[in-house]
């Protein structure tokens, strides 16, 4: 009986076929220290070393994707908490038909500008 998907050890994930072979061995001279940092950073972003050389020159590896999507689901929610903000000074002022927390207001549209620049640094998108 062959070992299925269902049985494989979750975490690591194998990277995909590349459409042409691999075919270039590059032989790198570390120090101990050097060899013992890379290993260190693998161990904590979950991937081999080599795994971790080819990252360095800008291939993004799923360690790299889940830290950015859960970053994502961070930034939405800090967006909902100042939306509730600013539904919260809205309804007051309706009923009172002032803005009396003109401090509270400054803040939350400063939270909103800060939420604003990060997920343009994140996406890429320039406005």
Known sequence: MSAGPDTRPKGRVRRGREPAPRRVYQQVTLTEAEREQLRARAAELGVSVPRLMVALQGVE???DRKQQVAELFEV???????ANNV?????????SGQVDAGRRLEQTLGEVDELLARMREMTGARR
């Open 61 to 63: 590896t799923p360690t």
């Open 76 to 82: 939405r929610r800090l967006l909902a908490t100042v």
């Open 87 to 95: 539904n919260q000074l809205a309804r007051s002022a309706n009923i």
